[in-house]
């Protein structure tokens, strides 16, 4: 549907940006800004198949991406990632300090495509085009703290890159990925007004153990952040914690797993860090066939309910007929379960409040030096 008019094309936008786009949602339409001429265009889906990369930028926001060393994750990201993956080319992710650069970078052709919250008449003087990243879906992105107005911006409608773009979106919308993959990002999962107590913690326990957490860290090649992030949740950073089944310590080690990790006293700070530290990058590398992001939280589940559970897990998705080797499909399947059995709802709360608290400590200045 192409539009001859300001008005027009407004009319377009508004109409997509609610959830009353049903003939979008059903003929996954693309919506123009202005006329495009198809044969003065040079194709980006071109670009893409022949270089075998998907160049896109974005700006970093808690919807987009958190950038976490070389390492990224987010909702945006993943999105994007899990479109890249269907072209069957390579991800190229580049981010900007702001949208009108992400959209000048699309005009250049620099980038394919800009993942970007500027207003939609910004994007319209630049004579892009662009859709919702949800194909319309306001409820789950509001229901999980997400900017609802992200947006995926094209350079031109008539190419055959933002017509597939259009498709896999909706088609993620219909068949629940995106609603998932909201659900993971949640950014509510800790109560904004948790946030004050979880501060006060770290300030006034990850000093006395920042040093353990670094040094040991660097032995495993690890993020410190990381091994701080799943310390608070397994005990709020307690050396003296104990659980009613009897694990223990700030890393929250069974006794079986403390001796087979080469830890004598669960209750001493250094070996309890040192230990968690030494499994965690053991469930790591039992996932390595995974890609990153995804490979670290499977590590994660299996840190909580030990890589057997997971085994069982990954097994029911492949009888589904799905790819056991993506996180949102183990994470769906967990979610869907979680009523009938209470340790699937536990290790969903446990990788999603350590992403969390990963995202705060990673984002606070004091915290912040490598």
Same mark, same amino acid.
């Given at each position: ?42 194709? /980006? ?12 930028? @974005? ?24 479109? %890249? ?22 005009? /250049?052709?620099?980038?394919?495509? @800009?993942?970007?919250?500027? &207003? ?17 879906? &306001? ?81 495993? &090649? ?8 799943? =310390? ?36 001493? %700070? ?16 039992? +996932? ?17 309910? =030990?890589?057997? @559970? ?10 589904? =007929? ?10 769906? +399947?967990?979610?869907?379960?979680? %009523?009938?059995? @209470?340790?699937? =709802? ?25």
């Amino acid at each position: 549907m192409h539009s001859s008019s300001t008005s027009g094309s407004r009319l377009c936008l508004h109409s997509f940006s609610s959830l009353s786009i049903k003939a979008l949602a059903l003929s996954t339409a693309i919506i123009p800004f202005h006329s495009i001429n198809a044969s003065k265009t040079t194709h /980006q889906f071109d670009h893409v198949v022949n270089s075998n990369k998907l160049v896109v930028v @974005a700006v970093k926001n808690p919807t987009t991406i958190f950038q976490n060393g070389n390492q990224m994750h987010g909702f945006g990201y993943d999105l994007v990632r899990t479109y %890249a993956h269907s072209l069957n080319v390579q991800l190229d992710f580049q981010v900007v300090n702001d949208n009108a650069t992400a959209l000048k970078w699309v005009k /250049q052709g620099k980038a394919n495509l @800009a993942m970007t919250t500027a &207003d939609y008449k910004v994007i319209e003087s630049k004579h892009l085009m662009m859709f919702s990243a949800t194909c319309g879906d &306001d409820a789950s992105m509001q229901a999980n703290g997400l900017n609802a107005n992200l947006n995926w911006v094209f350079k031109s409608a008539e190419d055959p890159l933002s017509q597939t773009a259009s498709d896999f979106i909706c088609r993620s919308k219909q068949n629940g990925a995106t609603k998932q993959l909201a659900s993971f990002y949640n950014r509510n999962v800790v109560k904004p007004e948790s946030w004050d107590t979880i501060q006060r913690d770290l300030n006034k326990r990850l000093p006395i153990y920042q040093a353990s957490f670094k040094k040991t860290a660097k032995q495993y &090649d690890l993020d410190w952040h990381l091994l701080a992030a799943i =310390g608070y949740q397994e005990s709020y950073l307690k050396p003296n914690s104990v659980s009613p089944t009897g694990v223990r310590g700030i890393m929250m080690l069974t006794n079986s797993t403390a001796k087979a990790m080469g830890v004598s006293n669960r209750v001493d %700070a250094t070996q309890s860090i040192q230990g968690g530290a030494k499994y965690y990058d053991q469930m790591l590398s039992r +996932y390595a066939h995974i890609p990153l992001p995804d490979r670290n939280w499977y590590a994660l589940i299996a840190y909580n309910m =030990g890589p057997g @559970a997971v085994d069982q897990i990954q097994k029911r998705v492949r009888a589904q =007929g799905k790819n056991a080797n993506q996180w949102v499909n183990v994470y769906a +399947y967990l979610a869907r379960n979680k %009523a009938s059995n @209470a340790r699937f =709802g536990q290790a969903l709360q446990y990788v999603t409040r350590i992403r969390s608290y990963l995202e705060h400590i990673k984002s606070t200045p004091q915290w912040v030096s490598v």
